[in-house]
């Protein structure tokens, strides 16, 4: 806890009004202090330290996320059903990124698709025959 006491600190003031010097004065007790570390928002900055930008994100975000993903995949699906035989293959969609996906890192180089990423990411051909 120590590497995060500063981050702590401007919690407890932030949030519940409460300095955490008070702990050391013996004015607030362990117990207190440890609910309210416990019951610490979301959006608080030891989350922030402890789990990064993840704690930005609740569900609401990543639906958000999936919904975004699922129209530009069927965007994709429209373009690709849509263009002449002879056009160049449109890309596929690259997804939201969300917090923790190893993925997800635009400065990496992109990876070639695995085996069962390909046969997720249908071609012009197989969306061809299959919407025929």
């Known amino acids: 806890m120590e590497e995060h006491a500063e981050a702590l600190e401007a919690d407890l003031l932030r949030h519940f009004g409460v300095d955490l010097l008070d ?4 004015s607030l007790s ?15 900055a030891v989350n922030r330290e402890l789990h990064g930008e993840a704690v930005e994100w609740d569900a609401s975000t990543h639906l958000l996320a999936a919904l975004t ?3 530009a995949v069927a965007n994709w699906m429209t373009a690709t059903i849509n263009s002449g035989e ?4 449109l890309e596929y969609p690259e997804p939201v990124p969300r917090p923790g996906d190893p993925h997800a890192s635009s400065t990496a180089p992109a ?12 071609g012009s051909e197989e969306l061809l ?3 025929g």
């Open 111 to 122: 990876e070639p698709l695995a085996e069962e990423d390909a046969r997720r990411n249908p």
């Open 86 to 89: 002879d056009a160049e293959p």
């Open 129 to 131: 025959a299959f919407f």
């Open 69 to 71: 993903d699922h129209a």
């Open 23 to 26: 702990w050391h004065r013996g």
């Open 30 to 44: 362990s117990r207190r202090l440890a609910v309210l570390v416990k019951h610490m928002p979301r959006d608080s």
